[in-house]
């Protein structure tokens, strides 16, 4: 079936660097989502990008969406504690009906 | 924004037994979603259970080991049957945004002895 692949598993930091995840598929995605899942917590959105080349920023997290449609990347800058957690990719797959296929996501650990 | 409360939040349970996770949208939706993310890793898509017809099983899942009830457009429910150790995992049901992308109960973690 459809697969978003999703790199690196694992991102350490020290408070204050950047951080990227990479989220790749081999087919065209009519849009990607972005999720935020603190330890211990649930999946909460962070946004959507469904056109081709789109850049959206909240804050100090910048989302992209490739040319191709192929893949997306969330970059943090200067990150703080607070974005310690799990970052998820999904694409918005249609097979019949509508429904999310994760990437394996992004660990991210920092150091004060 | 939906908001979806989900219980329980955690439980232990026998192998052999069988817990069945609730889930209410304070709005009514077209479609919940129940996935389970095993620990460590992602999130899978068990079913897609729509109001007034059977849910709809991704390749893995069987109705015999989760069964699913949607009895109106604010409820569902999820049974995880017949339990073993493997079936360890958090369980999350799901709504679609109106705006985008989706919402999430807090999730059932279930650990199975």
């Known amino acids: 079936g459809q697969q978003v692949m999703q790199i690196p598993q694992y991102q350490h930091v020290q408070e204050g660097e950047d951080f990227t995840t990479y989220c790749n598929s081999s087919?065209?995605?009519?849009?990607i989502q972005w999720y935020k899942q603190r330890p211990g917590g649930h999946p909460v959105f962070l946004i959507q990008l469904v056109k081709s080349g789109e850049v959206k920023k909240q804050k100090r997290l910048t989302f992209q969406f490739g040319e191709a449609k192929k893949n997306s990347s969330l970059h943090i800058t200067a990150t703080q504690t607070t974005d310690v957690g799990t970052y998820f990719c999904?694409?918005?797959?249609?097979?019949?009906?509508?429904?999310?296929?994760f990437g394996q996501g992004t660990r991210l650990t920092i150091n004060p | 924004s939906a908001v979806i409360s989900q219980k329980p939040s955690r439980d232990i349970c026998q192998r052999g037994t069988s817990l069945t996770i609730q889930c209410q949208v304070d709005?009514?939706?077209?479609?919940m979603f129940w996935y389970r993310q095993q620990p460590g890793q992602s999130l899978t898509l068990i079913a897609t259970a729509n109001q007034g017809s059977e849910a709809t099983y991704e390749s893995g899942f069987v109705i015999d080991k989760f069964p699913i009830s949607r009895p109106n457009l604010t409820f569902s429910t999820l049974t995880v049957s017949n339990m073993s150790p493997e079936d360890s995992s958090i369980y999350l049901c799901?709504?679609?945004?109106?705006?985008?992308?989706?919402?999430f109960g807090q999730g059932t973690r279930l650990t199975v002895v």
């Open positions: 799901s709504v679609e945004a109106a705006l985008g992308g989706a919402f």
């Open positions: 709005s009514q939706v077209t479609m």
């Open positions: 999904a694409a918005l797959i249609d097979q019949g009906a509508q429904k999310l296929v």
């Open positions: 087919t065209t995605l009519s849009n």
